[in-house]
């Protein structure tokens, strides 16, 4: 069973108004990633990190933010969340690998966010 | 560039049917594949992967998938559907970029088993 926790897992606000989507692991992954997932669609990285104090975009444009201070947590935020944020975030974490091999990735529960 | 087209959003058997999940991939490199498994208002768990050596690879839950390089393909079997079987299944193809390796993923097949 992975320990990677996402809080909270079901959101409902207004347009404008400010979320953070929290993820934490007690693995002492290094990596740690956010995709959007949404019906019928592809899951979409929007952040990555690989490790404190580092992080890169993904391959889908996001509005949010991101952030990594201390290992274990990857929190993502939106300053003024809007109703094309809708979605659900899927937060990820897996070990360093070297050269080509790509490590499992270790999900969270998700947090679906609606904006209304 | 690196990507996934998984064949057929939904697919639906009956229990103790062949489970078959369809996934081609497209790869510059040698590409390393994973099937990873959504039951309902979860996250994402591995199911198998195929990174070197034996192009069959099994998994959890008893299914497996066997890589095919002429055919390009990756596809998921289970001889025999059990109704807990029953959730969205992810095929997905790593890419290496840097300090990371990320994955990406195909749309997803739905899988329903009827009893």
């Known amino acids: 069973e992975a320990d990677i926790y996402q809080t909270p897992r079901y959101l409902v606000i207004g347009t404008g108004k400010k979320i953070t989507l929290e993820c934490s692991q007690t693995?002492?992954?290094?990596?740690m990633y956010w995709y959007q997932q949404d019906p019928g669609m592809e899951l979409h990285l929007i952040h990555y990190?690989?490790?404190?104090?580092?992080?890169e975009k993904g391959d889908l444009s996001s509005e949010s933010t991101v952030s990594r201070i201390r290992t274990e947590h990857f929190p993502l935020t939106l300053e003024s969340a809007r109703p094309s944020h809708t979605s659900q975030y899927l937060c990820?974490?897996?070990?360093?690998?070297?050269?080509?091999?790509?490590?499992?990735?270790?999900f969270g529960e998700g947090s679906r966010l609606t904006v209304l | 560039a690196q990507s996934v087209t998984q064949l057929g959003s939904h697919v639906s058997v009956s229990e103790g049917a062949l489970v078959l999940l369809r996934c081609n991939y497209s790869?510059?490199?040698?590409?390393?594949l994973f099937w990873y498994v959504q039951y309902p208002n979860q996250g994402l768990q591995l199911l198998l992967k195929?990174?070197?050596?034996?192009?069959l690879v099994k998994g959890i839950n008893g299914f497996e998938a066997e890589f095919k390089k002429s055919e390009t393909s990756f596809h998921l079997t289970k001889p025999s559907a059990h109704m807990s079987d029953a959730a969205e299944y992810f095929c997905?193809?790593?890419?290496?970029?840097?300090?990371?390796?990320?994955?990406?993923f195909g749309t997803g097949t739905l899988l329903a088993v009827q009893p």
């Open positions: 990820a974490s897996s070990e360093y690998g070297a050269g080509y091999q790509t490590g499992e990735l270790f």
């Open positions: 990190s690989y490790g404190v104090n580092s992080t």
């Open positions: 997905a193809v790593s890419r290496y970029g840097g300090a990371t390796n990320k994955l990406i």
């Open positions: 195929y990174t070197t050596g034996a192009t």
């Open positions: 693995m002492g992954h290094d990596k």
């Open positions: 790869s510059s490199v040698p590409p390393y």
